[in-house]
């Protein structure tokens, strides 16, 4: 839906109860992904379905952040990096040449590891993302920072405070202001890599808890180091080991019974 | 015994560190206190030199003239004694050499005995004339009256418009147009050099490659270790003739000249310092943007210098005060007149260019000494309050980034 079919309806709750598109597809096909000399990726393929949680994990160093990052093309930044096979998102191959990576962007949101919000006002962080993107109505910003904060649990505690800096909240509120400001832009994905790592006991619980909510509306891809999490939220998980994809299913079964030997040491913390 | 020798060694070490550094600060506090007590010697002080004196006709109503109205009279500017509140009268104008002019050599003795006398003699019989003469000739039978001047405040000081310190018989010590030129040229050539020092902190902070970065920062830090005078001497060979060609002007030692050529000399200062603020910005932050779909110009003025606005504000002041307190390039290139700048098309001056150029010819201990310290005073203060903008910023600074 385009900016000006939102400025025709002009209501909260209509933006707000919109409902979000099912029939999306990501997947990847034979990746391979080079730094330098060092392959980082080998060969990975896989399907991603709509409106799910799925958690990628593994040891340190097993590319599965690198992974994550090939969705919203966040590995151009690096220098010397060199990516063959194909990545499917939305079924259009992200990495063909007419792709314009902007859009890209808008479609495919992420949250990072750390909260990062921006030295600005906690209302101007989650209306970035449209600014950028040209968006110059007042209303339409206003609403959708609204929707956004709503979605992301956190409007009822900022409503009295929008104007007040983004580093005035605590780091469970930055890392849902930071969620907030992904989803204002209206993705289809989300890509969360180690969204909790940083974060307390209760804060971590309250994103699990956003996380769950999130999927009814978008897909879901999850970085993390805590196995219990990945078992609480996600629907499928794959396991990565050394660049490679070890194992890829449902997260019960994974859990439960694991087919390779490697994933079951790992999930019962042998290593890792 | 060994613990005893270790002790007593750190006991020295510390000493040592515990001296010199009492030694730098106290030395630090000394030129300040030299320089303001120096300073404010000038304030209280009549600007007639010392052991000279103005006298008129006794009968003349004017007792006492200001500092400038005594410049214009001997210029010849004011001729009548009405402009002062006295009679309808011709001034006449006097110094101790003008005696010859009236009197015969034999007058006057040979060892020109009687000519404090002829003096006293002269003034007594001329009603509009006005004497700038030697204190010791008025001690015995002083026929005229000797008039009074304002003395030299602080505010007079500030505001006065006028600088010529060795102006005979009264000097005039109006220290605005040099500070107003020191600011002018400095604050015009932060206009020239911040757009272009942050364009190129900004490149190198973000555009350049790895390799670009490494041949431009050794360059620019090169760009601050050349000396003043060679700053000085390429304004004046390069700068100067272009301006002069250029704006089709009489002579090209303008204030443009000068603030080119700070500019040029500030632009390290302002390269490097907000080139680190910008790279302070977490790379985080600028996945953000980029992940938001940004591109990356957005993400540079949009989160990249909101971010370093601090640091960038820090590394502009500081390139201000650079160019304030610099000698001899100004000194070379700004054309050295000590007038109230209308334009950076004139020539002008700053306060450490005059202290340069003045202070070999002021007579130590004379009005005009004193003068050229309460004029590094205020520089002082300058430079003083530039710094402590800075600190105040970067404070700031530090409490939004945490």
Known sequence: ?272 | MRRFFKKLFEKIIEGILFLSSTVTSLAIVLIVIFLFREGFALFGRSPVEEGFVIAVNNKNPVSEIKASQIKDIFDGKITSWKELGGNIEDIVLFRTDDISNYFSEEELGENLEHVPAKISELINKTPGIIAFIPEKFTENDFAGKIITTDKITAGKFLAEKQWYPTAQPAAQFGALPLILGTLWVSFAAILFALPLGLATAIYMAEIANEKTRRVMKPLIELLAGIPSVVYGFFGLIVIVPLIQKVFNLPVGETGLAGSIVLGIMALPTIITISEDAIRTTPLSMKEASLALGANKWQTIHRVIIPYAISGITAAAILGIGRAVGETMAALMVTGNAAVIPHGLLQPLRTIPATIAAELGEAPQQGLHFKALFALGCILFLMTLGINLLVEYISSKRKNISR
């Not at chain 1, 966040?74 to 990096?81: A, F, K, Q």
């Not at chain 1, 495919?108 to 209306?127: H, L, R, T, Y």
């Not at chain 1, 907030?180 to 909790?196: I, Q």
């Open chain 1, 1 to 272: 839906m385009s900016n000006d079919q939102y400025l025709m309806t002009n209501n909260l709750s209509d933006i707000i109860n919109k409902p979000v598109r099912t029939d999306l597809v990501i997947a990847t096909r034979y990746v391979n992904l080079f730094y330098g000399d060092f392959q980082a990726l080998k060969g990975i393929t896989l399907e991603i379905f709509p409106n799910t949680v799925t958690a990628l994990i593994g040891p340190s160093g097993c590319g599965k952040s690198t992974y994550l990052r090939l969705f919203n093309r966040m590995n151009d930044l690096i220098d010397g990096v060199k990516i063959t096979g194909n990545i499917i998102v939305d079924g259009e191959d992200i990495y063909a040449p007419e792709t314009d990576v902007v859009e890209l962007r808008r479609k495919v949101g992420m949250v990072f590891q750390k909260p990062n919000p921006f030295p600005k006002s906690i209302f101007e962080n989650v209306a970035y993302g449209l600014r950028v993107n040209g968006v110059n109505d007042k209303k339409f910003i206003q609403a959708k920072v609204e929707q956004s904060l709503v979605r992301s649990a956190l409007w009822d505690e900022v409503k009295d405070k929008l104007k007040k800096s983004a580093f005035e909240l605590s780091g469970g509120q930055q890392q849902r202001l930071c969620i907030a400001r992904a989803l204002a832009v209206e993705p289809s994905v989300v890509l969360m890599d180690e969204p909790a790592s940083a974060l307390d006991p209760i804060s971590t619980a309250k994103i699990e808890e956003l996380i769950y909510e999130l999927k009814k509306n978008y897909t879901i891809i999850i970085v993390t180091h805590n196995m219990q999490q990945a078992g609480r939220v996600s629907d499928t998980t794959a396991f990565f080991y050394l660049g490679e994809l070890i194992e890829y299913g449902d997260t019960k079964e994974i859990f439960t019974n694991p087919k390779d030997k490697k994933t079951q040491n790992y999930i019962t913390g042998r290593f890792g």
